[in-house]
């Protein structure tokens, strides 16, 4: 299948401000772009493309006076095939892990081990090592917080998440991977494009999605906390120790959000 994904996002600004943005899709998906992506901000300035530490590609840019308005929008191919689930993957030793990988048993600005870790073995413990137990944390967090907008809050970290039982997909992410770290298993979190591809239309607006990866038989499978069932379409941008690493934009000054517009769809063919 094809899908369609793009974006529009307007920020005010009374004084020339920096900007860091990470809006492009993932490397590991750039193999999937029919012909080009194409992210432009305007007024026309120019925006200067590297990767960060964790791989992502990022975009540097200095907004003018008055606001800029970024715009994106690619084809992808996709295999159309649901998330991946593999009953049998492992967990590893801890002294097996690769070096790279050990940073996503640490404690991160939103994911609390130090905090939570008492709290996972309670409820954790006696599940079977693996994919059985990440599995049993996805369910614990879907039957435990409450989805919605109104409760969105950019200072919101897995621990108040778990007291306060409420959240947008982002918390549900956080507090799932923070569980799966206190239990030896590193987690990363991931942001990116996943329309209502395969499912009835939901009825808010169409906006960026966060889940995680496990890390599991030496490889990242992809685990989604809020919704728990294998979802078509999912388009990686991003992946990094939590929502901190892949924020979208970044501004060095005051901007203030007037448009944001994002869009997943698949092409049906005529």
């Not at 919605?148 to 778990?162: I, N, R, T």
């Not at 990686?236 to 997943?264: E, H, P, Y």
Request: aromatic share 10%; glycine share 8%; charged share 20%.
């Amino acid at each position: 299948m094809q899908i369609k994904v793009g974006f529009e996002i307007a920020y005010a600004a009374v004084a020339p401000t920096p900007m860091v943005i990470m809006l492009s899709i993932h490397p590991s998906r750039r193999h999937d772009i029919v012909g080009t992506e194409s992210i432009v901000a305007e007024p026309g300035v120019p925006i200067g493309f590297y990767r960060d530490s964790f791989g992502n590609i990022c975009g540097r840019l200095v907004a003018p006076a008055g606001g800029v308005s970024l715009r994106g929008h690619a084809l992808v191919r996709d295999s159309g095939l649901a998330d991946v689930v593999a009953p049998s993957a492992q967990q590893l030793p801890i002294d097996r892990l690769p070096d790279d990988v050990l940073m996503y048993l640490m404690a991160s600005r939103y994911c609390e081990t130090d905090k939570l870790t008492d709290i996972a073995w309670s409820l954790f413990g006696t599940t079977r090592l693996g994919w059985e137990r990440v599995a049993a944390i996805c369910d614990f967090v879907h039957d435990h917080v409450t989805f919605g907008y109104p409760h969105a809050h950019h200072m919101k970290s897995a621990l108040d998440v778990y007291q306060q039982r409420a959240g947008v997909c982002r918390d549900f992410a956080h507090l799932a991977l923070t569980f799966c770290r206190c239990m030896g298993i590193p987690a990363r979190y991931c942001t990116g494009y996943m329309g209502d591809i395969g499912i009835p239309p939901e009825p808010e607006p169409m906006d960026f999605s966060g889940w995680f990866e496990a890390y599991l038989s030496g490889q990242w499978y992809t685990f989604d906390a809020r919704h728990v069932v294998p979802r078509i379409g999912r388009i990686l941008m991003g992946t990094g120790r939590d929502a901190a690493d892949v924020a979208l934009t970044t501004s060095f000054g005051r901007m203030d959000l007037k448009k944001f517009v994002v869009i997943s769809d698949e092409v049906v063919a005529a």
